[in-house]
């Protein structure tokens, strides 16, 4: 989608640290990024860095001969994203948490449309539409599996915890600009919140518990090597960190697969450990519960496949369709009763994913304004 679209979007990552701005056209980054320190801590340098950032890829593309028709960004955190402000609980943006006018600041100076959404609700989006949704419903066509997919929940595990959620799509902002995950409640401390269970502070604390020293000081990238046997370490207590995350964000993507009834796909630094986690995570969603009558049910009414593997990809494009005769009738037709589920692991990439995320929610809203 907008894959072959002749116009022109400015972007932006925006990170605690750092402010990566760039263009996109055709699903293409069409400018150099340009990187500038985001300043978070103190608002009039942090505006002072958007409107110099932006400025500078406006100027790339005017000397280009480019004219963009908008501005489109993700930025962490609670936001009324459709009213374009920023304000609440933002860890990484202390100088916005009074609240600000973001979105009509930058429309004022730069005289162009803007939009602005959350990280996750965008890597979700640019999944939905030219990631994850579409790579797995071409495969199940070649297969020749008359299955397609339509949901997808996207997940990025880093510094936070973030989720998006794409419904026969179109990106789900809800009513409040608060569709979120990181705030549901831990698998095994239920007055904790899962975000302390799946991003890196969890992998940084676990291993440090196993190993008897929470000042470590590794990063979970080392941690990873250490689990790899590519470093020198406690190789069982890196597994262990990676695996109880993997338990943690099973139960919590389980949660949601049963409500949305889509695939996922997972996204982020973290995601790189997947050989450690993925098991523990498939172990989880493929659990049981019971009855207080004493009867067990599987813990979801869909079987959970992971897409990344081949013969579990074969055999969730087969499902188990037969023919069904049709009462009075010598007319058959295919029934495939089977409910299911996959998982994967993206191949475009969080950042790559939002960008595109961005892209297209700018278009699509430009195009649905155009047609009211």
Same mark, same amino acid.
């Given at each position: 989608?907008?894959?072959?679209?002749? =116009?022109?979007?400015?972007?932006?990552?925006?990170?605690?640290?750092?402010?990566? &701005?760039?263009?996109?056209?055709?699903?293409?980054? %069409?400018?150099? *990024?340009?990187?500038?320190?985001?300043?978070?801590?103190?608002?009039?340098?942090?505006?002072? $860095?958007?409107?110099?950032?932006?400025?500078? /890829?406006?100027?790339?593309?005017?000397?280009?001969?480019?004219?963009?028709?908008?501005?489109?960004?993700?930025?962490?955190?609670?936001?009324?994203? *459709?009213?374009?402000?920023? !304000?609440?609980?933002?860890?990484?943006?202390?100088?916005? =948490?009074?609240?600000? +006018?973001?979105?009509?600041?930058?429309?004022?100076?730069?005289?162009?449309?803007?939009?602005?959404?959350? @990280?996750?609700?965008?890597?979700?989006?640019?999944?939905?539409?030219?990631?994850?949704?579409?790579? %797995?419903?071409?495969?199940?066509?070649?297969?020749?599996?008359?299955?397609?997919?339509?949901?997808?929940?996207?997940?990025?595990?880093?510094?936070?915890?973030?989720?998006?959620?794409?419904?026969? !799509?179109?990106?789900?902002?809800?009513?409040?600009?608060?569709?979120?995950?990181?705030?549901?409640?831990?698998?095994?401390?239920?007055? /904790?919140?899962?975000?302390?269970?799946?991003?890196?502070?969890?992998?940084?604390?676990?291993? !440090?518990?196993? %190993?008897?020293?929470?000042?470590?000081?590794?990063? *979970?990238?080392? %941690?990873?090597?250490?689990?790899?046997?590519?470093?020198?370490?406690?190789?069982?207590?890196? =597994?262990? $960190?990676?695996?109880?995350?993997?338990? /943690?964000?099973?139960?919590?993507?389980?949660? +949601?697969?049963?409500?949305?009834?889509?695939?996922?796909?997972?996204?982020? !630094?973290?995601?790189?450990a997947h050989e450690f986690?993925? *098991?523990?995570?498939?172990?989880?969603?493929?659990?049981?519960?019971?009855?207080?009558?004493? @009867?067990?049910?599987?813990?979801?009414?869909?079987? /959970?496949?992971?897409?990344?593997?081949? +013969?579990? &990809?074969?055999?969730?494009?087969?499902?188990?369709?037969r023919e069904l005769k049709?009462?009075?009738?010598?007319?058959?037709?295919?029934?495939?009763?089977?409910?299911?589920?996959?998982?994967?692991?993206?191949?475009?990439? $969080?950042?790559?994913?939002i960008s595109l995320g961005?892209?297209?929610? $700018?278009?699509?809203?430009?195009?649905?304004?155009?047609?009211?």
């Amino acid at each position: 989608m907008y894959s072959n679209d002749s =116009r022109t979007v400015v972007t932006l990552d925006a990170g605690g640290t750092n402010f990566v &701005f760039g263009a996109v056209r055709g699903n293409l980054e %069409i400018v150099e *990024p340009v990187r500038l320190a985001s300043q978070a801590d103190d608002l009039d340098k942090c505006m002072a $860095a958007l409107v110099e950032g932006f400025s500078q /890829v406006l100027g790339l593309l005017e000397a280009a001969g480019e004219k963009p028709v908008a501005i489109s960004f993700a930025f962490p955190g609670p936001a009324d994203y *459709p009213n374009g402000i920023i !304000g609440g609980y933002l860890p990484n943006f202390p100088s916005f =948490r009074d609240g600000v +006018a973001l979105g009509p600041f930058l429309e004022e100076r730069f005289g162009l449309p803007v939009f602005i959404n959350n @990280d996750g609700d965008l890597y979700a989006y640019g999944e939905a539409l030219a990631g994850a949704l579409p790579e %797995i419903n071409e495969k199940l066509r070649a297969a020749g599996s008359a299955k397609q997919f339509h949901n997808l929940l996207g997940y990025t595990l880093g510094t936070g915890f973030g989720m998006g959620m794409v419904v026969e !799509g179109r990106l789900n902002r809800g009513d409040n600009s608060c569709v979120e995950t990181w705030c549901l409640p831990h698998r095994t401390k239920r007055e /904790v919140i899962v975000e302390d269970g799946v991003a890196i502070r969890a992998i940084h604390r676990v291993y !440090g518990k196993r %190993i008897g020293d929470s000042a470590h000081g590794l990063e *979970p990238r080392e %941690i990873y090597e250490i689990a790899r046997e590519e470093r020198l370490g406690r190789g069982i207590a890196a =597994r262990t $960190a990676f695996i109880e995350m993997g338990k /943690v964000l099973g139960d919590a993507i389980a949660t +949601a697969v049963t409500l949305v009834d889509g695939l996922v796909v997972i996204g982020g !630094g973290l995601a790189a450990a997947h050989e450690f986690f993925m *098991p523990a995570l498939l172990g989880e969603m493929r659990g049981r519960m019971r009855t207080l009558s004493g @009867d067990t049910i599987d813990r979801m009414q869909m079987r /959970v496949y992971n897409l990344d593997n081949e +013969a579990e &990809f074969a055999a969730f494009a087969r499902g188990d369709s037969r023919e069904l005769k049709v009462y009075g009738s010598d007319r058959t037709v295919t029934y495939d009763p089977q409910k299911r589920t996959g998982i994967m692991i993206s191949k475009l990439g $969080a950042s790559r994913a939002i960008s595109l995320g961005a892209y297209a929610f $700018a278009l699509s809203a430009l195009d649905t304004h155009a047609c009211v």
